[in-house]
């Protein structure tokens, strides 16, 4: 069963822009934190972006910050994550995730995973 899918991904220049969408059906994960992971090819997963249940609090790994924005509309049951000023190292596999845990960098804690969404940034 699919609880989240994400949409979004493509092809674009470096320098351009892109936002991801990750979509639930599941109601409960309006009040889990939402995040975004990401793998290059030949490189293991790693965190991107996070956001608690209410938008408060977001989390963001060094090498997005100020560059990617994390959102969330809970009327939608939807994360989304803004990408601006995109570089070739952010062509990846983008996951989303959901858990009720906060404040997690980690994959494991995070208990429901969409399929991913591909992002291919060309120099």
């Known amino acids: 069963q699919v609880h989240l899918v994400e949409s979004g991904g493509g092809l674009v220049q470096a320098g351009g822009s892109l936002r991801l969408s990750c979509a639930s059906s599941?109601?409960?994960?309006?009040?889990?934190?939402r995040a975004w992971f990401r793998q290059g090819p030949g490189k293991e997963r790693e965190f991107v972006a996070a956001?608690?249940?209410?938008?408060?609090?977001?989390d963001y790994a060094d090498s997005v910050k100020g560059r990617f924005t994390i959102s969330r509309d809970n009327a939608k049951n939807t994360v989304y994550l803004q990408m601006n000023v995109l570089k070739p190292e952010d062509t990846a596999a983008y996951y989303c995730?959901?858990?009720?845990?906060?404040?997690?960098?980690?994959?494991?804690?995070?208990?429901?995973w969409g399929q991913g969404t591909q992002v291919t940034v060309s120099s």
């Open positions: 956001i608690s249940w209410n938008g408060g609090n977001t």
């Open positions: 599941v109601r409960s994960f309006s009040f889990y934190t």
């Open positions: 995730a959901t858990g009720p845990l906060t404040g997690s960098r980690v994959g494991q804690d995070y208990d429901y």
